[in-house]
């Protein structure tokens, strides 16, 4: 068995993705906070920009019995990773068209909101371009959240897919949720995510990858 090391931020919603399927799956992990804010944002930091060209978080950190060191950044990635290493319990649906369907709703958040809500992006927006920023977030968060719920009109299960268990979809949309809340997006349109989100947050999972529960959680900037 590997050991993993995971580079995080307690607010990130891309973090809470990672540390949500480790928990899933009863991996521990060591942590290393990355400041997103503090110092110009610890991301940039030389240091930190080698490990992770992209200078963003997540980042996991995979030490094997061989000696050799694999470092992947990306959350989906990360998870994809994850989930090769250490299959069971599982974060995907044993059906190929469940996967597919499972890996559709990571995407919306992925890849559907996530780069127009990034940290980076809102920087500029706000202070290079001087634009309402909230407003743009809300924009793209909202969008994205609505097809979500579509996409599980006829679905009545307590997670986004059926299974004993929540999936990579749900450790997409329960961060992508709370950081609709950071915005002010009114959530009551969204009946299924929010049933959704409230079965998530029971599990023990989802505590203790929450950000309030992270080491760094809170830590002034």
């Keep these: 068995m590997p050991t993993f090391k995971l580079y995080s931020y307690w607010r990130s919603s891309s973090s809470w993705r990672v540390r949500a399927a480790l ?6 992990y060591d942590y290393e906070a990355i400041h997103l804010v503090a110092d110009g944002g610890q991301q940039h930091a030389t240091g930190y920009a080698n490990l992770n060209p992209m200078e963003q978080v997540p980042l996991l950190e995979v030490s094997f019995e061989s000696g050799e060191v694999a470092r992947v950044g990306q959350s989906v990635a990360i998870m994809e990773l994850v989930e090769e290493l250490v299959p069971m319990p599982s974060i995907l649906p044993g059906d190929p068209i469940e996967r597919a369907r499972c890996r559709q709703l990571a995407e919306i958040v992925n890849a559907g909101i996530q780069p127009m809500q990034n940290l980076a992006v809102i920087q500029h927006l706000r202070d ?4 309402d920023h909230v407003a743009w977030c809300q924009r793209y968060i909202s969008r994205g959240l609505a097809a979500f719920e579509r996409t599980l009109a006829d679905h009545t299960g307590a997670y986004s897919l059926p299974g004993p268990m929540p999936s990579m979809a749900d450790v997409c949309l329960v961060p992508q949720l709370y950081n609709a809340r950071r915005f002010k997006i009114d959530l009551e349109a969204f009946p ?30």
């Design 128 to 131: 290079e371009l001087g634009e």
């Design 192 to 221: 299924r995510l929010l049933a959704i989100e409230r079965a998530c947050l029971a599990h023990p999972a989802f505590e203790s990858s929450h950000p309030d529960h992270q080491p760094d959680a809170q830590v002034p900037a």
């Design 23 to 28: 928990a899933l799956k009863g991996i521990d």
